[in-house]
């Protein structure tokens, strides 16, 4: 009786061990994008973390919609400054290890000028963000942000960081994640770092900003704070959805992803970061006027699941979880404890630009970075990237070549026989290996697969091009 051969290539066994290689890096993918790491049974886990108080403020925080301008959110602002005034007298901060700074003179004013038309617009903005500035042990001593007039062009310190998330939200929702879970982040953060066996190396910022959600303006208002030229990386925390993980959406450079790097439970890929540079998504976050205006180098991190809460009513604490706002909480204090505790040069140096109107915070380098199912995290250097890649094109083909060589040599070479005979110097019951059919097959293959996946999204497009914000698999 003839024993089939498990590892043959023949169609079935081929289908067989595809299928298993494709189950086996596909469940572990799905695990990972849709399920949240378990938080601690201690919520005190970290001196100075209480993931239970954060959930409670969490509950108040979004317990009404509270845009901005409403008396809600107005109520959220008074809340806000209690809250940290209640951090400072508990863990015995002075004014000058911990400063808080109720942000009501600083405003912009624009103007939006559209070439050809007979009018232009101009808004004014008056904003009301709330600032906590925790002084490092490196960082200079008194009130330095009241010595005289400061500039922008004004470098302050040894790098100091700058962490941020908007407390409003929008007029349909009740911002549990956008961006509730980031400002009680920031809450427990700055309880932690105000803690004397806790104290950062560099000093730390934290923006509560208010009118993320009409147009990113608290963050621009930033612009005109004393503090902005001491900080030269910062943190984003955002919500572009209603929980899961949070998702590292974009990061400036491969130096600074490294303050990430690990984190317990890392979560993101470069490649949402680069379908923001490519405009493919169209909403952003605080991170442009971080970045863009000011010349930062830091990280942007989000919730982005489930997308279709984003801006609902369902955005709220119901439907959110301890175990997301640990997320977040975890790798938001990884990441600061990192960027603090660089007492290099890394942030601090000439801009590329030469631009002495943005944060003189050194040469960056473009990065390459992924987690590696949802457990380590990698992260590279786009130069290095290319490196490997321009190897790989060059030994490949050599590779081939040689193995080609070798095969001919010992009469091995099948890639295009059309049949072989079975003993050597006999034509008598020929093996047909039909090597020329592959020439039209592959082309074939490739157009047929091509065809199906730009069909599918062209029907995508014409019939149901939202399903995407809730059924991704689908697509």
């Not at 004004?154 to 961006?179: Q, R």
């Not at 950062?200 to 621009?220: C, S």
């Amino acid at each position: 009786m003839a024993v089939s051969n498990p590892v043959a290539f023949k169609p079935f066994a081929v289908t067989f061990w595809t299928t298993i290689a494709y189950v086996a890096l596909l469940v572990p993918l799905l695990i990972v994008h849709e399920t949240v790491p378990p938080p601690p049974s201690n919520p005190t886990l970290y001196s100075g973390l209480n993931l239970t108080k954060s959930w409670l403020d969490l509950t108040v925080l979004s317990r009404d919609y509270h845009p901005f301008n409403s008396r809600k959110n107005d109520e959220i602002h008074d809340w806000l400054l209690l809250e940290l005034n209640d951090i400072k007298k508990r863990n015995g901060a002075n004014d000058s290890s911990l400063v808080v700074f109720a942000d009501n003179t600083s405003n912009i004013t624009t103007a939006n000028i559209v070439f050809g038309a007979s009018s232009s617009t101009g808004t004014y903005f008056e904003g009301t963000n709330v600032i906590v500035y925790i002084r490092g042990k490196d960082d200079p001593q008194g009130a330095w942000w009241e010595d005289g007039t400061v500039t922008s062009d004004k470098v302050i310190g040894k790098g100091g960081v700058l962490m941020n998330a908007h407390y409003d939200s929008v007029s349909s929702g009740y911002g549990a994640t956008d961006d509730g879970m980031g400002c009680v982040t920031l809450i427990a953060l700055v309880d932690y770092f105000s803690r004397p066996e806790n104290r950062p190396q560099r000093g730390i910022v934290a923006l509560f900003n208010n009118n993320e959600e009409d147009g990113l303006w608290g963050a621009q208002a930033f612009i005109n704070s004393p503090l902005l030229p001491f900080c030269h990386t910062f943190l984003n925390l955002e919500g572009a959805g209603a929980g899961g993980r949070a998702n590292l959406f974009r990061t400036t450079d491969a130096e600074v992803t490294n303050a990430y790097r690990g984190t317990k439970n890392p979560f993101g890929t470069v490649i949402s970061s680069d379908a923001f540079g490519l405009g493919a998504i169209k909403s952003n976050t605080d991170y442009i006027v971080f970045d863009g205006i000011f010349g930062l180098r830091g990280l942007d991190m989000a919730f982005y699941r489930p997308r279709a809460r984003y801006h609902t009513d369902q955005d709220d604490a119901k439907h959110a979880s301890r175990a997301s706002l640990w997320h977040m909480l975890s790798t938001s204090l990884h990441t600061m404890q990192s960027l603090s505790g660089d007492t290099g040069e890394t942030f601090i140096g000439d801009r590329p630009d030469g631009d002495r109107k943005k944060a003189w915070n050194g040469r960056g380098n473009d990065g390459v970075w992924f987690d590696i199912f949802g457990q380590t995290f990698a992260v590279f250097e786009l130069r290095t990237l290319f490196a490997w890649s321009l190897t790989l094109l060059i030994a490949s083909p050599l590779i081939l070549l040689g193995l080609t060589y070798i095969l001919v040599r010992n009469d091995k070479y099948y890639f295009f026989s059309a049949r072989r005979s079975a003993y050597e110097g006999s034509d008598l019951d020929p093996v047909m290996l039909g090597g020329r059919k592959g020439l039209f097959r592959f082309p074939f293959a490739l157009g047929v697969a091509g065809a199906l996946v730009v069909g599918s999204a062209y029907l995508i497009t014409k019939i149901n091009p939202m399903i995407i914000y809730s059924s991704e698999y689908t697509v």
